[in-house]
Structure formats: C-alpha cells, structure tokens
C-alpha cells in the first residue's frame, strides 16, 4: 500500500478545499474523477490525477493502485461509501445525511475485524456539533436529553447547489425517522456568543445521527439555521411525504443539485455549533464551537483526519471524527472552544 491521499471527486468545490490543505500539511493529493480537464485545472504542477467514469471504474483503480486513503466527496454518500470500503483503503467521507453516517457506523465490527479505519461525517455539520457535544460529556454520564445546532456561514462561489448538498437535504427532508425526528419543528431562537440571533428548527441529517452514536441519549434533537423556520415549515410533512418516493427523491435531488446561485458573501463572521445537554439530576451543560467559513472547515477536516491516519494515529473501526480524535481535531482545524460558555 501506498501513503498516497486520493480525493475521489477532487475537481469539485469540495475537493478543492480539501486539496488545499492537504498540500498545507505535507501531503501531494491525488486527484480523482469524471473529467481530465477539470481535474487538470485543479491539479498543482507534478500532482497525479486519475481519470475515472463511474463508481465502479474508480473502485477498480484503487485496489489496483492501493492508496493508504480514499477521501469521498461524491453523493449519493450511502452508495458510494459501501464501494470504495470494500477496497480496503482507509476511508473518510464528508456524509452529512443520517442513511450514509448510519451506514457506515453499522460496519464498525466487520472494519475492526480486518483492520481498516473509516470517518464519516468529517465536514463542517456532523464535525463541529459533534465535537462540541463530545465536549459537554466529558467526565458525565449518559444524558437524559440533547440537542444540537448547525449554523453554517460560508462564502458561496458561483455554480451549481451541487450533488453533495443537494443530497444532504432532499434525504433530510425525506428521512422518515423511526423515534420521531421530523423537518421543521423544534424551533428555537438563540442568542449567538456575539450577541446576534438566529433561528433553527429540526433537520434530521448526519448531525443526528452522530449526537445519538456519542451521547446515547434517549431523546436527541439536531436542529440547522438552514431549516425553514417560517411558515413554509409547515409544508414540510407534506413533501416528506412525497420525498418518500424514491424516483421522486432522486428526481428532487438531480433537479437541486442543478439550480444555479450567486456568488456571495459568508453572511456572519463565524459560523458555529451549539450543543444543549440535560441530566436525569437536574444538571445541564451548554456550549458553543466557534468556526470561521463553514466550506473551508469541511475541507481541512478530511484533510487532517487523512493526516493522522497516515501517520497511524487511528484505530481500525468506523467512527465521527470527534468520536475517533476527540475534541483536539476541531481546535487542530481552527475552531474554538469557547470559555465560560460550558456550565457544570
């Protein structure tokens, strides 16, 4: 086996980020996907690419090739991860839809067994409200009750919403969740540490499945500033409904995935997460990680998970990044903790 890095998906927005800081810590990566000249274009001078046209071409080339790790960053992440496992490389996605996170955490034995490592969810949404709920339990026991909040602030490059993302929230909002977690309820408006305020409601993605994996609590909320919090909430049980339909998901997903939007601006300074944790005796501890662009933490999360693993710092398994690393690998990839804000 090789120590090469390959970044499956590398001539996207994601990908690129990714790229990025891999060269930021000593790593050539090698970039892989549908279209030679895009990947061409994102490629330094002397950086290996590999040209592959589907899934099944790509996994090919890896056990032909046996890089040391795969970074995923193409949708649908539930299909796609089942493949590029079976090659044996150690593996780690930017997931953040509960059936792909779900997925991969349930292979956790058969990873063990034959010694290879796979991190799901290393992006910003499971990554940052993980890590801050990691956070919280140190030292306690198992919670009576939790909740979660996501607010991503990312700068947005003109193109495409993308198949990853658009992926992420047409399985959110068709996800079915057997313990009562649905789109667009729990709503709530916080106070930011900066004094602003902004509203979440409940959106069932990877996020979810990550606070119910670590805390195992029996009652887990995750709830996004990018759920609808006004009144088009209340169409969400409808279109839940109809998301159901697998030929209409998938048909919702390519149609997202499409839509073209603007360049723009991060709208706040800091993007952040926030974690809510309750005690069957009373006590309650709240928090809140600090991350500067959202897009740019779900680059140099995989990157430094790539890092470590390398350097054989991991352990065979499947796991989220906090619950592999601890609560280090946010600080390590620029966020922060922030004092006084965890009460005991």
């Known amino acids: 086996m090789s120590n090469d890095v390959w970044i499956v998906g590398g001539a996207g927005r994601s990908g690129r980020h990714i790229a990025t800081q891999l060269r930021q810590r000593g790593i050539e990566p090698v970039l892989v996907g549908r279209n030679a000249d895009r990947l061409a274009e994102a490629a330094k001078d002397g950086e290996r690419t590999v040209v592959a046209h589907s899934i099944d071409e790509i996994v090919a080339e890896v056990r032909r090739q046996h890089p040391a790790v795969v970074i995923n960053t193409v949708a649908p992440f539930a299909e796609t991860a089942a493949e590029l496992v079976s090659t044996g490389a150690h593996y780690i996605d930017i997931a953040n839809d509960m059936g792909a996170i779900s997925g991969l955490l349930d292979r956790n034995e058969k990873l063990s067994a034959r010694g290879q490592t796979a991190v799901t969810g290393a992006g910003f949404g499971v990554t940052g409200t993980e890590s801050i709920l990691v956070k919280l339990l140190e030292g306690?026991?198992?919670?009576?009750?939790?909740?979660v909040d996501m607010l991503p602030s990312l700068e947005t490059e003109a193109g495409t919403v993308g198949e990853s993302l658009a992926a992420?929230?047409?399985?959110?909002?068709?996800?079915?969740?057997?313990?009562?977690?649905?789109?667009?309820?729990?709503?709530?408006?916080l106070v930011l540490p900066d004094g602003s305020e902004v509203s979440t409601a409940s959106m069932p993605l990877g996020d979810l499945a990550a606070a119910r994996h670590v805390s195992k609590a029996p009652t887990?909320?995750?709830?996004?500033?990018?759920?609808?919090?006004?009144?088009?909430?209340?169409?969400?049980?409808?279109?839940?409904?109809?998301?159901?339909?697998?030929?209409?998901?998938?048909?919702?997903?390519?149609?997202?995935?499409?839509?073209?939007?603007?360049a723009q601006p991060r709208p706040r300074e800091y993007s952040w997460a926030h974690a809510h944790v309750e005690w069957d005796d009373?006590?309650?501890?709240?928090?809140?990680?600090?991350?500067?662009?959202?897009?740019?933490?779900?680059?140099?999360?995989?990157?430094?998970?790539?890092?470590?693993?390398?350097?054989?710092?991991?352990?065979?398994?499947?796991f989220t990044p906090a619950s592999l690393f601890g609560t280090d690998l946010a600080e390590a990839c620029g966020a922060e903790y922030l004092p006084g804000l965890v009460a005991a």
């Not at 306690?140 to 909740?147: G, I, K, L, S, Y």
């Not at 500033?225 to 919702?252: K, N």
């Not at 600090?290 to 390398?310: M, N, Q």
Request: aromatic content about 6%.
């Open 140 to 147: 306690r026991p198992t919670p009576a009750r939790v909740r």
């Open 168 to 189: 992420s929230l047409i399985t959110g909002l068709a996800y079915r969740d057997p313990r009562g977690s649905r789109f667009g309820r729990n709503l709530m408006r």
């Open 220 to 262: 887990v909320i995750a709830a996004s500033s990018m759920a609808p919090t006004g009144p088009i909430r209340f169409v969400a049980p409808l279109a839940s409904t109809l998301l159901a339909v697998r030929p209409l998901q998938e048909f919702a997903q390519r149609q997202l995935a499409r839509v073209t939007v603007k």
């Open 282 to 318: 009373g006590s309650v501890r709240d928090g809140w990680l600090r991350i500067g662009d959202a897009s740019t933490f779900t680059g140099t999360v995989p990157a430094e998970v790539a890092r470590r693993l390398l350097e054989g710092d991991g352990r065979a398994g499947a």
